[in-house]
């Protein structure tokens, strides 16, 4: 069943890009999150994305949000993308699709591909925008951004 806004953060763990263990409870009650589910490392849509969150990191740093970009490729996978596009946020590995599943990310492109989907949540662990983003990959990174700025009021 898929997270819905109002709905409170589910526990999650994963491991991140440079193979450490990450634990969501560390951040709810500390910071806003923005997480974002993509389909995959180094294709054009997600590397722009991924770049546009890069682009508008300190923007979101500024605010107190943490962002974390969650996809199922491995933690090698995501430590060469980071690396190459220079990447300065959380990276997870979801290799068994637990994560995604928990969230209810639907599967984008009429099925063949993980969907695109971005969550904004507040510091206590409430959603607060929900942006499925299929097909624009960057579109969801200035919505994403003005909830923020909203929270940090």
Request: contains cysteine; aromatic residues 10%.
């Amino acid at each position: 069943m898929a997270l819905k806004v109002g709905d409170k953060l589910p526990v999650f763990k994963a491991k991140d890009a440079d193979g450490n263990d990450f634990d969501s409870l560390k951040f709810v009650g500390k910071k806003p999150l923005v997480i974002y589910f993509y389909p995959k490392d180094n294709t054009p849509g997600c590397t722009a994305e991924a770049c546009g969150f890069r682009d508008r990191f300190e923007d979101f740093k500024d605010l107190g949000a943490e962002i974390i970009g969650i996809s199922s490729d491995s933690v090698v996978s995501h430590q060469k993308f980071a690396k190459q596009y220079k990447l300065p946020f959380i990276l997870l590995s979801d290799t068994d699709k637990k994560i995604t599943n928990l969230f209810g990310v639907p599967s984008g492109l009429f099925g063949l591909l993980p969907g695109r989907v971005t969550y904004v949540v507040d510091k206590n662990g409430i959603i607060k925008l929900i942006f499925n983003s299929s097909l624009m990959a960057t579109k969801h990174i200035s919505k994403a951004l003005e909830v923020i700025k909203e929270l940090a009021k």
